[in-house]
C-alpha cells in the first residue's frame, strides 16, 4: 500500500525523492524510540533517515541511502483510533516524513496531498 500511494503522489515530489527507500516494520528499533524520545512504541507512525536534499553535496562521500520508514503496527493502532481511512493516513505519513526532511513548508506539504487526492 505504501509504495502504491508514493506512486500516486505528484510526480515533482516524487523526484525529489529519487534513490529514497520506502520500508514498512512493525515498530521503530529501541535505539529509534530511544533517539526520539518516545515514551511508547506506538508514539512514532514514521521516520525519514538519512541527509535531507537541503544538506546534501556533490562533494559529498559515499554514505548510505536516505530511507523512510513507515510503522505498521503504530498505523495501524492510528486508524483504529480515528476516522480517516488507511491510505489517507498513509499518504500523510509519508508526505510528512519526507517534506520536513526535504526543507518544505507545511503549507507545501498540505498542497502536495491536496494534489494527490
Do not use: K
Not at 16 to 32: K, M, N, S, W, Y
Request: charged share 30%.
Amino acid at each position: 500500500m505504501a509504495h502504491e500511494i508514493f506512486e500516486r503522489l505528484p510526480r515533482r515530489f516524487r523526484d525529489l525523492c529519487a534513490g529514497v527507500i520506502v520500508r514498512v516494520d512493525d515498530f521503530p528499533t529501541d535505539e529509534v524510540l530511544d533517539e526520539m524520545e518516545a515514551a511508547s512504541e506506538f508514539d512514532l507512525l514514521g521516520l525519514f533517515q538519512g541527509t535531507g536534499l537541503p544538506l546534501q553535496s556533490h562533494d559529498d562521500i559515499a554514505r548510505l541511502p536516505n530511507m523512510i520508514w513507515l510503522y505498521r503496527r503504530p498505523i495501524l493502532d492510528y486508524w483504529a483510533e480515528h476516522d480517516e481511512t488507511l491510505g489517507h493516513i498513509v499518504r500523510h505519513v509519508l508526505i510528512h516524513e519526507v517534506g520536513h526532511h526535504f526543507g518544505l513548508s507545511d503549507d507545501d506539504m498540505a498542497a502536495i496531498e491536496a494534489d494527490a487526492d
